[in-house]
């Protein structure tokens, strides 16, 4: 196995006193062939065994995959389902023969932290916590659906065959010789966050909601065809090139929440150094760009405009709730009850700067540390992208001795 050279550097954590960081450059040439079986006979793509044999293992938590399958983009979009699990269905019958079918596997609810800052070369960079189950990074090159991209996903969110049953953990499912793999042909559906070869990058965040102040199912309604996050997030991808343009693809369809309980919005930058946050609030489309002061953003669990849970708004406002408020009472004074709290609000505060360079900007969303207070568990992972410079620096589950660089110029 060729293994990618590796740069060294000095940082400090805030585990470690004076640890050694190694940046791992990841190129293909990095990690080990998976011999899982990929039962590539269940699914219905002639490229299913191509997709699924290119898994390689970097670690237990670490996986990538080039994804060279055909989702048919634009026919699911033209189908204008109306529900996650239409769409779902949908894909399945493009994907999968009965035999490759199963009941999908609703996670734990997600907790994610993110946000945009320059570095000192003034290029615009998105710094981005993907905390929720604890699962592995399966990180996916995507080269036959439009534009070339990388994707961010966690087979947690995919399957229960990826969750051994007793750890309640994915780590080394994907690798551990008997497991299945077919179900992988899903995980862009599971897509956290990517960058495409243009620069454009996204994370992804949960907004959950209450039953008796729900946002509507369809959150734009009269613009156009249907889509959801799940489809969103690869059209996007596949399709735009800036930010302007993802605003004005929004606009041109509508939009379904992923399931009765949760919406999502989003940070996306591009090479051009613009960048917004955009999300759905009452029936329409609302973009906040840089004119506004609002520069970090998370979870939150109250339907309500987002200048109210920006995060330096909740710093400033905090009002120590410890419990969700109840369906219906949902108030301007109560909404800090999320799946943020103050010590998440505080870290995050602390630790950001209007410039950082890459490596300043990771320290700043691993000493969050943000999900120990939801779940008791590490995040997942922490990406901070450059989209001028089409890479991505990121480390997992707040371990800083490890970090990894991917230049997309050279691997898509």
Same mark, same amino acid.
């Given at each position: 196995m060729a293994i990618a050279a590796i740069a060294l550097v000095g940082c400090k954590s805030q585990d470690e006193p004076d640890p050694k960081n190694d940046i791992i450059q990841v190129t293909h040439q990095l990690g080990e062939k998976v011999t899982n079986p990929t039962n590539s006979q269940w699914c219905k793509p002639q490229t299913a065994e191509a997709t699924l044999s290119s898994l390689r293992r970097i670690s237990d938590i670490f996986y990538y995959m080039d994804y060279q399958t055909d989702m048919?983009?634009?026919?699911?979009?033209?189908?204008?389902? #109306?529900?996650?699990?239409?769409?779902?269905?949908? *894909?399945?019958?493009?994907?999968?023969?009965?035999?490759?079918?199963e009941p999908i596997y609703t996670p734990q609810r997600m907790a994610c932290s993110g946000f945009v800052c320059k570095n000192e070369q003034?290029?615009?960079?998105?710094? #981005?916590? *993907?905390?929720?189950?604890?699962?592995?990074?399966?990180?996916?090159?995507?080269?036959?659906?439009?534009?070339?991209?990388?994707?961010?996903?966690?087979?947690?969110?995919?399957s229960l065959i990826y969750i051994n049953r007793e750890t309640r953990k994915a780590d080394g499912t994907l690798s551990d010789g008997k497991t299945s793999l077919h179900r992988l042909l899903r995980q862009p559906l599971l897509t956290m966050d990517g960058m495409n070869e243009h620069g454009l990058c996204f994370g992804a965040f949960q907004l959950p909601k209450f039953d008796t102040v729900n946002i509507a199912p369809i959150c734009q309604e009269g613009h156009g065809d249907a889509m959801g996050a799940n489809l969103f997030h690869n059209l996007?991808?596949?399709?735009?090139?800036?930010?302007?343009?993802?605003?004005?693809?929004?606009?041109q369809h509508d939009f379904v929440t992923n399931n009765t309980t949760l919406n999502v919005h989003w940070l996306m930058a591009d090479a051009t150094g613009d960048w917004a946050m955009?999300? *759905?609030?009452?029936?329409?489309?609302?973009?906040?760009?840089?004119d506004t002061l609002y520069k970090m953003s998370s979870n939150t669990c109250t339907p309500i405009p987002y200048e109210w849970y920006n995060i330096e708004n909740y710093y400033r406002s905090w009002i120590p709730y410890t419990s969700y408020p109840k369906p219906g009472e949902a108030t301007k004074d109560n909404w800090q009850a999320a799946f943020s709290s103050r010590i998440r609000a505080t870290h995050m505060m602390n630790c950001y700067q209007?410039?950082?360079?890459?490596?300043?900007?990771?320290?700043?969303?691993?000493?969050?540390?943000?999900?120990?207070?939801?779940?008791?568990?590490?995040t997942n992972w922490s990406c901070v992208y450059n989209p001028k410079q089409r890479t991505i620096l990121f480390a997992q589950r707040n371990d800083m001795s490890k970090i990894y660089k991917l230049d997309l110029k050279t691997e898509l």
């Open positions: 048919q983009l634009d026919n699911l979009l033209a189908g204008n389902y #109306r529900s996650r699990v239409a769409f779902e269905k949908a *894909f399945s019958d493009i994907m999968f023969y009965p035999e490759g079918e003034g290029e615009i960079l998105l710094g #981005r916590n *993907f905390d929720g189950d604890f699962g592995p990074l399966v990180m996916m090159f995507n080269r036959a659906n439009g534009a070339k991209y990388v994707q961010m996903t966690d087979p947690c969110y995919n996007i991808l596949s399709k735009c090139k800036t930010v302007k343009e993802v605003e004005t693809f929004m606009s955009f999300e *759905f609030w009452d029936n329409k489309l609302n973009v906040y760009r840089e209007p410039v950082m360079n890459e490596m300043d900007a990771l320290k700043c969303l691993q000493e969050g540390r943000f999900s120990l207070e939801v779940h008791n568990q590490l």
